[in-house]
């Protein structure tokens, strides 16, 4: 496997385990438990800035060039590329709601839960298509050339800006399991 399509599949990794601790907090919430709202925030901001700075440009570079390479596998890539135009604007309404509170009066905490859990099961189900289908036809399409995109070098998307994250995800799963 191309040393870039194994930065892709290790994003996948990180964003489903920040999807796990979204989800783990609208069960959590949903039976009557405390919300961890810094955290959801926490989260919600890296499922809308880590993608589209950094995973969804390299991302789309390769659709570009194995559209070159097949215009018949355009398709393929259709509804996955209209979900990277829209999660940002859904990450955002979430955001705006937990940023503000309870008081926010763009919908109930239960609408908001309900949206969230959602938004998490979509983002899911992107992550999903994407490794079941969109990268098999990149495989089979790219040739090593291909792969060689712009802006292709790796990213952590657990360090630096998103360590806080992923060490309050740690955490919260740690004490989830005791």
Not at 39 to 52: C, H, K, S, T
Not at 126 to 152: A, K, M, P, Q
Request: aromatic share 8%.
């Amino acid at each position: 496997m191309h040393p870039v399509m194994r930065h892709l599949a290790r994003d996948h990794v990180a964003m489903q385990a920040v999807l796990d601790a979204v989800e783990r907090e609208v069960a959590v919430a949903e039976a009557g438990g405390p919300l961890d709202s810094e955290l959801v925030v926490l989260a919600l901001r890296y499922l809308r800035d880590f993608p589209e700075w950094h995973h969804h440009p390299l991302e789309e570079a390769l659709f570009a060039r194995a559209i070159g390479r097949d215009p018949g596998c355009e398709e393929a890539f259709a509804e996955v590329w209209a979900e990277h135009d829209r999660f940002p604007a859904a990450s955002q309404r979430l955001l705006d709601w937990f940023e503000d509170g309870p008081g926010a009066p763009s919908m109930t905490a239960a609408e908001a839960l309900g949206e969230l859990g959602r938004y998490a099961a979509g983002q899911r189900r992107h992550i999903r298509r994407e490794n079941d289908e969109v990268f098999l036809v990149l495989l089979s399409v790219l040739t090593d050339e291909d792969w060689e995109v712009g802006g292709s070098a790796s990213v952590d998307g657990t360090a630096g800006a998103f360590k806080p994250l992923f060490d309050r995800i740690q955490a919260a799963g740690a004490s989830a399991t005791r």
